[in-house]
T-cell receptor, first 114, second 114 residues
Framework: SQKIEQNSEALNIQEGKTATLTCNYT??????LQWYRQDPGRGPVFLLLIRENEKEKRKERLKVTFDTTLKQSLFHITASQPADSATYLC?????????????FGPGTRLSVLP | SAVISQKPSRDICQRGTSLTIQCQVD?????MFWYRQQPGQSLTLIATANQGSEATYESGFVIDKFPISRPNLTFSTLTVSNMSPEDSSIYLCSLTRGTYNEQFFGPGTRLTVL
């Protein structure tokens, strides 16, 4: 069956370091993959999208890679700040796509320590 | 971006009762989506609400338990019927916009069933 895993439930890093979050999937062939940020008590907020034919996408301090051979996406936050502390979710487009929506991973809770 | 509002923002309900959650969006959209996020979990799609037709439910969700209305292109309701403590969750509505179906979420409705 289809499955999405994110590297760990929680990740703690020191301010200024690069945070790297992993999203692995099985039994999918997504055309594109999205990353969202969710703060406590709020709905997820879209950050970045990467298509299957793109290896890397950047936006300010964020970088996403997409390896369809490894079935993995990496999400990097460089020069991390305490304000980056949140839960980060990856989402893959549904195989059937009849709803044109996405399936979400379980999320990784990132804490950036000052 | 998108402006999405939900009412109520939170509620505490008794077992066996029903609650209707409203979702209002800032412009017309064909499809709206209802998700559930149980404590510590990721988002699970309940159903896709299309204007002018019956909602499409995901496996494990049925219309009798989660009836949905979609009277126009900017509004939808989700009812959680005959509630039990297992229904305690955050319920979020969303829509997609953009070439690659970037998802925008409402702020969520936090439901607690006693």
């Amino acid at each position: 069956s289809q499955k999405i895993e994110q590297n760990s439930e929680a990740l703690n890093i020191q301010e200024g370091k690069t945070a790297t979050l992993t999203c692995n999937y099985t039994n999918y062939s997504p055309a594109y993959l999205q990353w969202y940020r969710q703060d406590p008590g709020r709905g997820p907020v879209f950050l970045l999208l990467i298509r299957e034919n793109e290896k890397e996408k950047r936006k300010e301090r964020l970088k996403v890679t997409f390896d369809t051979t490894l079935k993995q996406s990496l999400f990097h936050i460089t020069a991390s700040q305490p304000a980056d502390s949140a839960t980060y979710l990856c989402a893959l487009d549904r195989p059937d796509n009849y709803g044109q929506n996405f399936v979400f991973g379980p999320g990784t809770r990132l804490s950036v320590l000052p | 971006s998108a402006v999405i509002s939900q009412k109520p923002s939170r509620d505490i309900c008794q077992r066996g009762t029903s609650l209707t959650i409203q979702c209002q969006v800032d412009s017309q959209v064909t499809m709206m989506f209802w998700y559930r996020q149980q404590p510590g979990q990721s988002l699970t799609l309940i159903a896709t609400a299309n204007q002018g037709s019956e909602a499409t439910y995901e496996s494990g969700f049925v219309i009798d338990k989660f009836p949905i209305s979609r009277p126009n292109l900017t509004f939808s309701t989700l009812t959680v019927s005959n509630m039990s403590p297992e229904d305690s969750s955050i319920y979020l509505c969303s829509l997609t916009r953009g070439t690659y179906n970037e998802q925008f979420f409402g702020p969520g409705t936090r439901l607690t069933v006693l």
